[in-house]
Nanobody, 128 residues
Framework: VQLQASGGGLVQPGDSLRLSCAVS????????TGWFRQVPGKEREFVTA????????RYIDSVKGRFTISRDNAKNMVYLQMNNLKPDDTAVYYC??????????????????????WGLGTQVTVSS
């Protein structure tokens, strides 16, 4: 499975960005995905994830109501819409993927160790 994240950039507080993650190399409907972020000197942290079936999502408290994860099965894409960005959102954002059997299509995976496949990351900087 290969992942390629894009869409990062430098924005001001209150602005919006949409990150994209192109997924290839496997049947997309059997892939659960998540977004993590990392700042220098800190552990990579979970931000949000979506089940392979697309019907279940999880978010960390600090982004609830501002970030939305979604997936487009026709395009093999996962998106992270980020609104009302704050300086604390500054980080390198990584998309991650996990192959799951059909019977687990409703499960959301939130632990970094659960994901085998990772993209290279895209930098998001929120600064005035």
């Amino acid at each position: 499975v290969q992942l390629q994240a894009s869409g990062g950039g430098l924005v001001q507080p209150g602005d919006s960005l949409r990150l994209s993650c192109a997924v290839s190399g496997s049947t997309f409907s059997e892939i659960a995905t998540g977004w993590f972020r990392q700042v220098p000197g800190k552990e990579r942290e979970f931000v949000t994830a979506i089940s392979s079936g697309g019907g279940y999502m999880r978010y960390i408290d600090s982004v609830k109501g501002r970030f939305t994860i979604s997936r487009d099965n026709a395009k093999n894409m996962v998106y992270l819409q980020m609104n009302n960005l704050k300086p604390d959102d500054t980080a390198v954002y990584y998309c991650a993927a996990k192959k799951v059997p059909f019977r687990q299509s409703n499960i959301v995976y939130t632990a970094r160790a659960q994901y085998l496949y990772w993209g290279l990351g895209t930098q998001v900087t929120v600064s005035s």
